[in-house]
T-cell receptor, first 112, second 114 residues
Framework: GEQVEQLPSILRVQEGSSASINCTYE??????FPWYKQEPGENPKLIID?????ERKQTQGLIVLLDKKAKRFSLHITDTQPGDSAMYFC???????????FGQGTSLSVVP | EAAVTQSPRNKVAVTGGKVTLSCNQT?????MYWYRQDTGHGLRLIHY???????EKGDIPDGYKASRPSQENFSLILELATPSQTSVYFC?????????????FGEGTRLSVL
């Protein structure tokens, strides 16, 4: 079990509202879950991460929640702005802790 | 400052030719990765490495080889390039498991196989 499933694939929200992206994983031993933002033509950049000893982490308008029982983690972007429009990827380690597997990505558009 | 440097940034190759993509990291990370990114497929893991001398198959290793001669360098080799390998390739390094160092990506290499 090494898949990371990410939904939705496309998300369109009104400026100032919140956006939520959900990921599920298979490997119950997974202990590290990073989130990346990728703008067109650029590389993915880490925006926030959470370890399995935490249930919630917050930084600069981003909230990550981790539900280990459900093997689910989510990213919540509060008070979205046009600059938040980008691709977002979740990731998690597989049974090999060095192997990092990515979700399929979410294309977020923040409209005025 | 932590850095992952890829070369070349752009490459045009001919079908059947050999292509080598290079990656260098100055972060002293144990783990290094090669991903490819295609529209509709996200980031797919080709090969990864635990450290100098080790290479492991990722999820889509067919048609690719990897080499990790040192802690700093990790190469991806296409012995017989095919048009289906036209893609954007990203190298990354990280060591979150032991040293709380999140994976960092290089700037990417855009490869076209004609």
């Amino acid at each position: 079990g090494e898949q990371v499933e990410q939904l939705p694939s496309i998300l369109r929200v009104q400026e100032g509202s919140s956006a939520s992206i959900n990921c599920t994983y298979e490997n119950s031993a997974s202990n590290y879950f990073p989130w990346y933002k990728q703008e067109p033509g650029e590389n993915p950049k880490l925006i926030i991460d959470i370890r399995s000893n935490m249930e919630r982490k917050q930084t600069q308008g981003l909230i990550v929640l981790l539900d280990k029982k459900a093997k689910r983690f989510s990213l919540h972007i509060t008070d979205t702005q046009p600059g938040d429009s980008a691709m977002y990827f979740c990731a998690g380690p597989s049974s090999s802790f060095s192997k990092l597997v990515f979700g399929q990505g979410t294309s977020l558009s923040v409209v005025p | 400052e932590a850095a992952v440097t890829q070369s070349p940034r752009n490459k045009v190759a001919v079908t059947g030719g050999k292509v080598t993509l290079s990656c260098n990291q100055t972060n002293n990370h144990n783990n290094m990765y090669w991903y490819r990114q295609d529209t509709g497929h996200g980031l797919r893991l080709i090969h990864y490495s635990y450290g100098a001398g080790s290479t492991e198959k990722g999820d889509i290793p067919d048609g690719y080889k990897a080499s990790r001669p040192s802690q700093e360098n990790f190469s991806l080799i296409l012995e017989l390039a095919t048009p289906s390998q036209t893609s954007v390739y990203f190298c990354a390094s990280g060591d979150w498991h032991h040293n709380n160092q999140a994976p960092l990506f290089g700037e990417g290499t855009r490869l076209s196989v004609l």
